[in-house]
């Protein structure tokens, strides 16, 4: 008998809007921006749109498990973009100068996301995506000629590529830690997994970073950044960097295991789970007053602050943060998709929304198929919005098929059928430095968009697919 995780009652979604406004909203957006003699009434339109927040930009018969890769936008999120995009084209050079808003020193959106994550205005510079976080942080920091640092497996190539590159660069020195494989992973416990990849072992010890993600794009892990720091801690490993890519919009990242404080460096999407718009990110610095020679703004117009030496106190956040012209309107656009997590009833509300609905997907895998889930499943604080699980054949589960064809095989079925997951490759244990074999797999994300009826239409039709399988 396969343990079975409970689940609690999930609230519809404001999806449940959709047909109320579908019509008014593509009045408003299907006529895209006009500039000139309409923009009065093009912002009364956008004004009456600012409070709705429906996701009515998914088509209606359209179940859209893949924020993962990419989140959609409500229309709250959609107008405030356009409006601001508006704003913009009308003074440009007031927009990109001056304006408290869309200016470039970006103090209001970024004390917005201060108080959102609970943390202050000098620990946020507003980024473009994950990558640019990271990149910011890894080529920030100031790595000497006998340095090393610690990362596993499966780190998206977002860490993976400036390491790599200080490692041919200047020969830092990469410590890569193997995943167990799926069948043990998917049964352990969170001090298990953080215990298995990171042991106090001579060859982790005194690096000067530990470099993962918070939740794994490839097997839906969270690590508790909480466990993550006693390691690095055990381990005197210097800065903790956490690649969260998975996690804003889906994890409450002001909760005692998973505070954002608990890392050194935090780097994160608001075009995924946080449904904002493309091209918006978060990077949490938490030394606020870290600086030259400790660590260097490397995408920046304010080095000149540190190289005279006259205004050494100037906050590396806001150095980071004024570098030419940014997407300010997404900045905006990105508050108010946390302005919605907060109507909502907030962080922590919306993360057990997500993971209800990931405890039943998961729970469907393992009634049919325990040994085909990927991710873990007994311990809460290992679950996230992502569930990764071989397919099968309806009658044979208890065979996993790992093979590339298959699973985009079963990916294409479903899509036909207007339900959207996607493929996984995931590095197969034991060879760190030969990070192309893989197997691949079934990805299902969870949003806060989504309803259970859009779990029930994605099991009736993977039943259906499965059964059809060769
Ligand atoms: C773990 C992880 N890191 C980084 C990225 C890249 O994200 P971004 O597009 O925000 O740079 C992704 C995208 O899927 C991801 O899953």
Known sequence: ??????????????????IKTIGMVSTALAGGMSFGKNISRKSIELDSLKDNCSFSGLPPNYTYLNSGTEGTMPECVLSTLQENLIKWARNPTNSYELDPILGKR????????????????????????????????????????????????????????PLQLLNQR????????????????????????VDFLFPNIPALRNAKALCVSHVYPTTGVRLPLYALREKADELNIKYLVIDGAQALGMIDLTQKDDRLEHSDFYACPGHKFLNGPPSTGVLYIKNAHIRPPEFYPTLSQRMIRYADGESMSYPIAKALQVRGCSNAPGFTAMVRAMDYINDEGGAEYIEKHI?????????????QAPNCIVSPYLDKKLLSGLTTFYPFKWTKPQIPLKDKESVNWVVDK?????????????????????????????RVSTGYFNTPEDVDSFKFALRDVLNRIN
């Open 1 to 18: 008998m396969t343990a079975k995780i409970t689940s609690k009652p999930s609230r519809n979604s404001t999806r449940r809007h959709f």
């Open 414 to 442: 479903l899509l036909e059928k207007n339900i959207r997951v996607r493929s996984i490759g995931i590095p197969t244990p034991g060879n760190p430095n030969k990070l192309s074999t893989k197997t691949y797999a079934i």
């Open 355 to 367: 993971l209800s609905l990931s405890k039943d997907v998961k729970n469907f895998i393992l009634s």
């Open 106 to 161: 970006q103090e209001f959106n970024r004390n917005k996301v201060a108080d959102f994550l609970n943390v202050g205005l000098n620990n946020i510079c507003l980024t473009d995506n994950t990558t640019m976080g990271l990149s910011m942080t890894i080529m920030g920091l100031a790595f000497g000629p006998n340095d090393k640092v610690v990362t596993t497996n499966q780190e998206h190539t977002a860490i993976r590529s």
């Open 170 to 193: 200047q020969g830092l020195k990469i410590e890569t830690r193997s995943f167990p494989s799926a069948n043990r992973l998917s049964k352990m416990k969170a001090t298990e997994i």
